[in-house]
């Protein structure tokens, strides 16, 4: 009888999985787990970012503005497009897909996951962290659900595959992000 093994550790993605969203929604975490379960490296722009400037993203925004970080984040995507970077997991900053330009790039890249959330949710994820610095504002609660209403369409567009994370254990976004991206590149 053939023995057909299907342990995660062996499939073999062409390029890579991308993980877009909000802040809270669980790119970080999340991305882990992917690239542990696939044995594929982990790349997260905003500690790349962060490495490459010796600053944390507070101190670039307030030194630089928001402009110069998004601008940042562009350069690191040319590059891991350039370097023809392939099967590893992208986990990305909140707002990374804001750029059409970069919208183009993550889509040549790979499969593009969205991870969403509840504003109550990101709420709880977010608010005894100091590390972002578009939620240090009087009511961030109010700046969440509009800077949320401003991206939905955005995310939405660059999306692959949406996942409400709300709800879900770590372990079952996992699977779920990985046999779907098996299936998605198994078409295209
Ligand atoms: C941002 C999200 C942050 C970080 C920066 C800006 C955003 O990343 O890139 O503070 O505009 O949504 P996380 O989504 O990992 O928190």
Request: a negative charge.
């Amino acid at each position: 009888m053939q023995e057909i093994s299907t342990t995660s550790n062996e499939i073999d993605l062409p390029k890579n999985i991308i993980l877009v969203g909000f802040m809270g929604c669980g790119k970080s975490t999340i991305g882990r787990q992917v690239s542990l379960e696939l044995n594929y490296p982990l790349i997260d722009t905003d500690n790349l970012i962060v490495e490459n400037m010796g600053m944390s993203v507070p101190e670039i925004f307030e030194q630089h503005g928001e402009d110069f970080f998004r601008g940042l984040e562009t350069e690191l995507l040319i590059q891991l497009a350039e370097a023809d970077t392939e099967k590893s997991v992208i986990s990305t900053g909140g707002g990374l897909p804001l750029r059409k330009e970069n919208r183009e790039l993550l889509e040549k890249l790979g499969y593009v996951v969205w991870l969403q959330a509840g504003v109550d949710c990101i709420m709880g994820r977010t608010q005894s962290a100091t590390h972002r610095p578009l939620l240090q504002t009087p009511d961030p609660k109010l700046t969440i659900r509009n800077l949320l209403a401003d991206r939905e369409s955005i995310y939405s567009e660059s999306a692959d595959l949406v996942i409400n994370t709300d709800d879900l254990a770590i372990a079952d976004t996992t699977h779920g992000i990985i046999e779907s991206a098996r299936y998605y590149f198994s078409k295209y």
